[in-house]
C-alpha cells in the first residue's frame, strides 16, 4: 500500500491511470482519462475504442479498478462515460 500527502496522492493516481492509458490505447485503441480523486473515490472515463464496447464494465472493473487496488487498495474506483 502506498501512503503519501493527498496531493502527492493524487499525482501517484494521476501517473498509474496515463500508464494505464497508455497500454489500453497501444493495444486496444481505447483511452483511460483522469477526472477528480477527493481522497477516498477516483473518478475516471473510458474513450476511445472503449466507448460502445461491450467489454468496458469488464474493461473499467478489471483492469483499471484492479491495478489501482494493486497500488491503492483502499481507493474507489467508479467509471463515467
Known amino acids: 500500500m502506498v501512503t503519501a500527502e493527498p496531493n502527492e496522492r493524487e499525482a501517484q493516481l494521476r501517473a498509474l491511470i496515463d500508464k494505464i492509458s497508455a497500454y489500453v490505447e497501444q493495444f486496444h485503441g481505447g483511452t483511460v482519462e483522469f477526472l477528480s480523486f477527493d ?26 479498478e484492479g491495478t489501482i487496488h494493486q497500488f491503492f487498495p483502499d481507493v474507489e474506483v467508479t467509471g463515467e462515460q
Open 39 to 64: 481522497g477516498r473515490q477516483l473518478k475516471v472515463r473510458l474513450g476511445g475504442a472503449c466507448l460502445n464496447c461491450p467489454l468496458l464494465p469488464s474493461t473499467l472493473h478489471g483492469w483499471v
